[in-house]
């Protein structure tokens, strides 16, 4: 899934970015409000973690124009007011979720697994399609009881596929749910992950679950027993 961080002081920034990053979630950076706001409009995100204090434009009226323009994606608001005016506020101009600081870290991924469980996984932490599960706690996949190892980005792909079990899925849609901003648009990459991910995913089991939409793109689905 990719997420936006908008927010100014750089520690925080790359402490952020890093940390989600491990937790495999395609990270794109803007350390203004007017730049946040910018990359909200031109890409598409799953989340955004909005620091209140921004310069140019503050989180609140990043959010507020969010939300006039019809922008639904999720926004989780970080900021060091924690008066309960100042969460109500928040809330009132359309965050979905409201995080002070300081705050630990295993909270706000635990706040952001919380939202984007939303209409996705149906209030579980556990994807699943056939034999296949995979944990978004641990980040652990079985098949039919069989640990698959993957890496970041096999991961990553593989999340996007449960989250949008039986939904033919564009490569462009692929880019910019699993890819940051810097992925070349004119490059293999996403053919090559995919083909990683289907050699481990359906390799040595009787049914397939990731197909080819020939000229459309990717679909995983249990096939019907014969």
């Given amino acids: 899934m990719r997420i936006l961080v908008v927010e100014d002081e750089p520690k925080v920034a790359r402490f952020l970015t890093r940390g989600l990053e491990e937790e495999f979630y395609a990270v794109d950076v803007a350390h203004d409000g007017e730049a946040g706001l910018y990359l909200a ?6 989340l955004i973690v909005l620091d209140w204090m921004l310069p140019k434009k503050d989180g609140l009226q990043v959010l507020q124009e969010l939300r006039q323009r019809g922008s639904q994606t999720l926004v989780l608001l970080l900021t060091a007011r924690d008066a309960v005016k100042d969460r109500i506020r928040g809330l009132d101009c359309g965050a979905d979720d409201y995080l002070t600081k300081p705050f630990v870290f295993e909270e706000l991924l635990a706040r952001i697994r919380a939202l984007l469980r939303r209409g996705h996984s149906g209030g579980t932490n556990l994807l699943r399609v056939a034999d296949l599960t995979l944990d978004l706690v641990t980040h652990q996949v079985t098949r039919n009881g069989t640990a698959i190892v993957l890496t970041p980005k096999e991961y990553a ?4 596929f449960l989250r949008n079990t039986g939904k033919i899925i564009t490569k462009t ?13 004119f490059s293999n990459v996403i053919e090559v992950y ?14 397939p679950l990731i197909h080819t939409v020939r000229g459309v793109g990717y679909l995983l689905k249990e096939e019907p027993t014969p």
């Avoid at 409009?41 to 799953?46: F, K, L, Q």
């Avoid at 849609?173 to 648009?185: A, F, G, K, N, R």
Wanted: glycine fraction near 2%.
């Fill in 41 to 46: 409009e031109i890409n598409h995100y799953d």
């Fill in 157 to 160: 792909l593989l999340e996007y």
């Fill in 173 to 185: 849609q692929i880019s910019e749910h699993v890819w940051d901003e810097h992925l070349d648009p």
């Fill in 194 to 207: 995919v083909h990683y991910l289907r050699d481990k995913v359906d390799r040595g089991f009787a049914r």
